[in-house]
């Protein structure tokens, strides 16, 4: 089965307020993870990475957390946009050039 | 998306008919991969080629084969079309970011329809 998935497999977020999207993996193994972001009729495409040895990551607007005593890993929006409405991805690579997706979080962001 | 191009887009076939996928990059990546998605089951890798000629089976190669004569080009085909086999296809080629995460680049998807 899957080895990365998702908690909620939707989010709605008022515009404006900040969005968090979970994930949970079950192998200690995985060198990296990774956050995509999947739009209506596009291929996934790539937000933000952590490796396994740091337990904090910030990019622009995002921030992604990995808590690996839970085996826990989040994404934070800050102040999330209309644009900010897609499909959201968590996937983690052991070292062999693939990588295992969760199912997938829907956000949905109200005006 | 990043020099990758799938063809067809779009596809419906009927069961039982063989179908080829084409995946071609301009960025001369060694890795290519063709992930399927489903509802409520993210990407899940069917094949991966790591250079010409050399590729590996995923975790739902049945019903699938691939080739890769080239660096370029990564060809998936279903030899006989199920239902089943209803599903975006995407392609995607391997980059590294400056982290050393392998990240990858995926194409726009094609989306088969089998009858």
């Known amino acids: 089965g899957e080895s990365v998935g998702l908690h909620l497999p939707t989010l709605s977020v008022q515009e404006g307020d900040n969005s968090i999207i979970n994930c949970a993996y079950s192998n200690s193994a995985s060198d990296y993870f990774i956050w995509y972001k999947q739009e209506s009729g596009k291929g996934p495409q790539f937000i933000i990475d952590i490796r396994s040895n740091m337990d904090k990551r910030q990019g622009q607007r995002v921030t992604v957390l990995l808590n690996k005593t839970v085996k826990h890993l989040s994404l934070q929006i800050a102040a999330t946009q209309p644009g900010d409405s897609a499909v959201y991805f968590c996937?983690?690579?052991?070292?062999?050039?693939?990588?295992?997706f969760g199912a997938g979080t829907t956000v949905t962001v109200r005006a | 998306d990043a020099g990758i191009t799938q063809s067809p887009r779009h596809k419906v076939t009927e069961t039982g008919t063989p179908v080829t996928l084409r995946c071609h990059q301009t960025?001369?990546?060694?890795?290519m991969y063709w992930y399927r998605q489903d509802p409520g089951h993210g990407l899940r890798l069917i094949h991966y080629?790591?250079?010409?000629?050399?590729?590996d089976k995923g975790e739902v190669s049945d019903g699938y084969s691939v080739s890769r004569s080239k660096t370029e080009d990564f060809l998936l085909t279903l030899e006989s079309a199920t239902s089943s086999q209803t599903s975006v296809y995407f392609c995607?080629?391997?980059?590294?970011?400056?982290?050393?995460?392998?990240?990858?680049?995926f194409g726009a998807g094609s989306r088969l329809t089998v009858l």
């Open positions: 960025e001369n990546h060694r890795y």
């Open positions: 996937a983690e690579n052991k070292g062999d050039y693939k990588l295992s």
């Open positions: 995607a080629i391997s980059a590294t970011e400056s982290s050393g995460a392998n990240v990858l680049t």
């Open positions: 080629s790591y250079g010409v000629k050399d590729t």
